[in-house]
């Protein structure tokens, strides 16, 4: 028997082939040069959808980016719920983990963090309709660190959203750096982020 698709999960469906032809797009053209119209014809679909899921073209890529950071934290995630204390082993790990997330685009998805930064910076109006947005990201990164930090029985030793807030600013400056100056930044930046950290 074939499975019926509710609306709810052909509204996902569509959110999601959108967000996929959306990473593709701002990836290979830049977050300015890319149109909506770019990535509705790469989903398949009409720029309306667009429109009915994300509403401008700041949402979408917010959207795309807070995805990606998603990504990113699930993996680390991952490493810290396994491990009782965060040693030189256990950054070694998150570090290759990190490093290899970035192998495929990862310079170009940094990049573009720049670029949309840019843009935020040079259009207050738009800064302004997403400022919403980017305090719930920083919201949800600090209560994932938050969780973290109580899962390993430490302590933060800033606040947590202080903390999401330096995550957020520095990460794709890491990947940037990494690859530009050809350095490995991964493992000594991990090393400044646990200095937060005040392990049991």
């Known amino acids: 028997m074939v499975e019926r698709w509710t609306r709810e999960r052909r509204r996902d469906h569509t959110r999601s082939l959108l967000l996929d032809a959306a990473e593709e797009v701002f990836a290979e053209k830049g977050?300015?040069?890319?149109?909506?119209?770019?990535?509705?014809?790469a989903a398949g679909f009409t720029k309306g959808a667009i429109y009915k899921h994300f509403g401008t073209k700041e949402e979408l890529f917010l959207a795309v980016h807070e995805r990606h950071w998603r990504?990113?934290?699930?993996?680390?995630?991952?490493?810290?719920?396994?491990v009782a204390e965060l040693g030189s082993r256990?950054?070694?790990?998150?570090?290759?983990?990190?490093?290899?997330?970035?192998?495929?685009?990862?310079?170009?998805?940094?990049?573009?963090?720049?670029?949309?930064?840019?843009?935020?910076?040079?259009n207050p109006e738009a800064r302004e309709r997403v400022a919403a947005r980017r305090r719930e990201a920083v919201e949800s990164l600090a209560g994932?660190?938050?969780?973290?930090?109580?899962?390993?029985?430490?302590?933060?030793?800033?606040?947590?959203?202080?903390?999401?807030?330096?995550?957020?600013?520095?990460?794709?400056?890491?990947v940037l750096g990494s690859r530009l100056d050809d350095v490995d930044l991964y493992r000594p930046v991990?090393?400044?982020y646990v200095s937060v950290v005040k392990l049991p």
């Open 31 to 41: 977050f300015t040069q890319a149109t909506l119209d770019d990535i509705a014809y």
């Open 71 to 82: 990504r990113y934290f699930d993996t680390f995630a991952e490493v810290v719920a396994s």
């Open 90 to 122: 256990e950054l070694d790990e998150i570090a290759q983990r990190w490093r290899r997330l970035t192998r495929d685009r990862g310079a170009e998805r940094a990049a573009l963090g720049h670029e949309f930064t840019l843009y935020l910076l040079r």
């Open 144 to 174: 994932f660190i938050e969780e973290g930090i109580d899962r390993i029985g430490a302590t933060l030793l800033i606040p947590a959203s202080t903390f999401a807030h330096v995550l957020i600013a520095t990460t794709d400056s890491v």
């Open 190 to 192: 991990l090393e400044m």
